[in-house]
């Protein structure tokens, strides 16, 4: 089985610094996917960054970078240059690697609050 | 660039009540899913099809029916509707096989009294 969680219920950053939403995940594949999904007060869930378990190099993505550790089973969420649009809740996701891969496992997300 | 389509986006039912909620995908994706979302946790899969024709069970299919008779549609039946149905319903689809990266729905608040 797999688990992610997310331990930050709650965070604020000053509009342009930076922020790092934490991720840990437990699983016994060893192949698998990591994911962060940005949901705003809108309801709609949109799609950030992947990283791969095999991936050597963190994942980037403009202004969001996963942050990969994989002896600690960490996948933080940087958010370079805060905007007030980034003012949203974050989820972690996981998933089995492989073709045959389909459930992704979410953790309970982070709301994330931008202050200008 | 409809992308994934959920309608409607609210409903109130009455205990009892059955309903479709609908879901259509525009891109020739194969995989399809439906999760729904309770305050204060994460998505949870509710069921999901890797064709036309194909379903399976995901964590939480109790209550919940579905069938795949084309690509595009994937639509999610209540059939007797409960209280502890009450949530937002996302309905998702894949397009990269080997990454697993879903795209969503605008999502469905469905409330049951």
Known sequence: ?116 | NAGVTQTPKFQVLKTGQSMTLQCAQDMNHEYMSWYRQDPGMGLRLIHYSVGAGITDQGEVPNGYNVSRSTTEDFPLRLLSAAPSQTSVYFCASRLTLAKNIQYFGAGTRLSVL
Do not use: H
């Not at chain 1, 950053?13 to 922020?19: M, R």
């Not at chain 1, 002896?71 to 980034?86: M, T």
């Open chain 1, 1 to 116: 089985a797999q688990k992610i969680t997310q331990t930050q219920p709650g965070m604020f950053v000053q509009e342009k610094e930076a922020v790092t939403l934490d991720c840990t995940y437990d699983t016994s594949d060893q192949s698998y996917g990591l994911f962060w999904y940005k949901q705003p007060s809108s309801g709609e869930m949109i799609f950030l960054i992947y990283q791969g378990s095999y991936d050597e190099q963190n994942a980037t993505e403009g202004r969001y970078s996963l942050n990969f550790q994989k002896a600690r089973k960490s996948a933080n969420l940087v958010i370079s240059a805060s905007q007030l649009g980034d003012s949203a809740m974050y989820f972690c996701a996981m998933s089995p690697g492989g073709a045959g891969s389909y459930q992704l496992t979410f953790g309970k997300g982070t709301k994330l609050s931008v202050i200008p």
